[in-house]
């Protein structure tokens, strides 16, 4: 079978060739790339989505499903459309009950590498501060210690920089944009994520002899929230044997970090 799904949206112009991290009979796990939706949004319904677009494929017997026989397949978990990495998909729909009680409880099971603006006192930090839609901004979180949801995020640093770091991240509960609020709140925004404080990481910002050629404009070295889904940890609904999935990071946040490491140094 082949190591990827080919998905397109012909109303947008779109096209993802998403890579296969895993499969067996029960699940299938995808290396879900930056600014795709998992779902439908109401804030964005014209907007593809990656079981839109998924469940189009099943039922007109595109090749990669059909190869499958697949009938039913259905997200596990959320990730935010901002971010990439590991993305479980269950087959049928036992395997979706039986993952949808370990998601619900407070472990570590996804693992997440973040690269943010700022600097830390402490190499593992943790951040505890309930969640919850803002009520005037539609798709905008914020911390909210009287109307939000219990919301719990642990940190380690993994690569401290001049002015950045690079983060271990470890959700123990799963809301909405939970990473990206919880780090605005400790005062260190995702790189890229604007909406959240974050800026784009430029290339001349780090280099002093930078120059651009003539008639060139100079683009970010990454301009999305560079947060990414490195690794899931499951036990298989099947076998209830412990399961690790582990996503490569995308081409832009491999970048970033090689940049930061030749050009920004290495905090002290």
């Known amino acids: 079978m082949n190591a990827a799904i080919k998905l397109s949206s012909p109303a947008t112009a779109e096209f993802w060739e998403i890579p296969i991290l895993y499969e067996d009979d029960q699940l299938i796990a995808l290396n879900k790339p930056s600014g795709l939706l998992i779902s439908a949004d109401r804030n964005a319904p014209a907007r593809p989505n990656l079981m839109m677009l998924l469940h189009r494929d099943i039922q007109r017997g595109a090749m990669w499903a059909r190869e499958r026989g697949l009938t039913y397949l259905m997200h596990a978990h959320r990730l935010d459309s901002e971010a990439s990495g590991v993305i479980l998909l269950a087959k049928n729909k036992p395997a979706l009950i039986a993952l949808a009680s370990q998601f619900g409880s407070e472990k570590p099971a996804r693992i997440f590498a973040a690269l943010v603006r700022g600097s830390a006192e402490q190499p593992n930090f943790a951040a505890d501060a309930p969640l919850a839609p803002h009520p005037m901004r539609a798709g905008f979180v914020r911390v909210d210690p009287n109307a939000g949801k219990r919301s719990c995020t642990e940190f380690s640093v993994r690569e401290a920089f001049s002015g950045y770091l690079l983060l271990e991240c470890r959700p123990l509960t799963l809301r909405t944009h939970q990473i990206r609020v919880h780090l605005r709140h400790l005062r260190l925004p995702v790189v890229g994520d604007e909406i959240y404080g974050g800026s784009a990481l430029w290339l001349s910002t780090l280099k002093s002899n930078y120059r651009l050629k003539a008639g060139q404009t100079e683009k970010p070295l990454i301009s999305r929230p ?9 036990r298989h ?15 832009d946040l491999i970048v970033a970090v090689k940049y930061l490491r030749r050009y920004s140094g290495r905090a002290v």
């Open 226 to 234: 560079a947060l990414h889904a490195e690794r899931l940890t499951v």
């Open 237 to 251: 609904p099947g076998t209830d044997k412990s399961i690790t999935i582990d996503a490569p990071w995308q081409k």
